[in-house]
């Protein structure tokens, strides 16, 4: 059984998905931990499902390794097979790339490496793409560069605003990382860390 901690900054609808998945038997991963980097909504899905979790504040970039340290330290305690970053809206710092990469990924409201960042599903609207999508990748030192792992488009359609265009990737989203997971945890799918 793979085992899974997440990480997350807000309502965890990412989360609540997999969590959802997990609580089938023949599903073949358990998240065993949800991390945040505040006192985040999504927080409430954990404690539903009786899942435990921690939160390590986000003290600001100039103290950013010594937040990765702490985060290190709670998912070491953990020992998970896997992590997952659901909507953690950081960039993790080195040493936490260096210590759980391949074994860390990330989900991502774009086709990557079409609109990587914080603003994936605004820029789309901006640049006047018809399409965008999600995908799942392992999370390296850059800005959503790392391997992909899946990924779907995601059609825009007129008189799209983000909220909207959002809403409509988010299941896409939750749908690849919930096979991802499964395809991890069962050997289909082979994580190697960017070269």
């Known amino acids: 059984m793979l085992t899974v901690a997440v990480l997350i900054s807000g309502g965890g609808s990412n989360l609540r998905a997999l969590l959802e998945a997990a609580s089938d038997p023949a599903y073949p991963a358990r998240v065993i931990v949800v991390g945040a980097d505040r006192e985040a909504d999504g927080l ?22 010594a937040w990765g340290e702490e985060l290190n330290v709670q ?67 850059g800005v959503d560069s790392g391997p992909i792992l899946a990924q779907e488009r995601v059609g825009i359609l007129p008189g799209d605003d983000e909220s909207r265009l959002h809403e409509r990737i988010k299941p896409v989203e939750r749908r690849l990382l919930i096979d991802v997971v499964r395809r991890i945890a069962t050997g289909e799918l082979e994580l190697a860390a960017a070269s």
């Not at 539903?48 to 103290?63: L, M, N, Q, Y």
């Not at 391949?102 to 640049?127: C, K, S, W």
């Open 75 to 141: 998912l070491r305690a953990w020992r998970p097979d896997l992590v997952v970053l659901s909507g953690l809206m950081r960039l993790v710092p080195p040493a936490v790339v260096a210590e759980w990469s391949p074994r860390l990924i990330n989900t991502h409201p774009a086709y990557l490496p079409e609109f990587p960042g914080a603003h994936a599903v605004r820029d789309a609207l901006a640049a006047g793409a018809a399409l965008t999508g999600a995908s799942v990748i392992v999370v390296d030192d």
């Open 44 to 65: 409430a899905h954990a404690e539903e499902f009786g899942i435990p979790s921690f939160v390590v504040p986000w003290p600001g970039a100039d103290r950013r390794d």
